[in-house]
């Protein structure tokens, strides 16, 4: 059974840090994903970095200021935000597929929350 569970999530001030962390168990996938959803707005696209190469991608907002990794011993894929600013504010997902960068995203966490205050 393929299960992806995020932790890290929280409150945090404007300028801080959080790192997220994405956990997989049932199997291994070519590519994952970090994605969010602020409140009244449809889910959007964050990072994504294929397991095999380490290839990445970014969107251009958070290009400089947030970091994918991933841990191939550990299973584990990671996501470092710093300078956070208070648009940042949503519910992180992590996701995995078997294509490219771009997805398709098969499977999907439970989510976890990030909030930035001004």
């Known amino acids: 059974q393929v299960q992806l569970v995020e932790s890290g999530g929280g409150l945090v001030q404007a300028g801080g840090s959080l790192r997220l962390s994405c956990a997989a168990s049932g199997r291994t996938f070519s590519t994952y994903g970090w994605f969010r959803r602020a409140p009244e707005k449809e889910r959007e696209f964050v990072a994504a970095?294929?397991?095999?190469?380490?290839?990445?991608s970014y969107k251009y907002s958070v290009k400089g200021r947030f970091t994918i990794s991933r841990d191939n011993a550990k299973n584990t894929v990671y996501l470092q935000m710093n300078s956070l600013k208070p648009e940042d504010t949503a519910v992180y997902y992590c996701a995995a597929g078997s294509g490219s960068l771009g997805g398709p995203y098969n499977y999907w966490g439970q989510g976890t929350q990030v909030t930035v205050s001004s």
């Open positions: 970095i294929t397991w095999s190469g380490g290839n990445t």
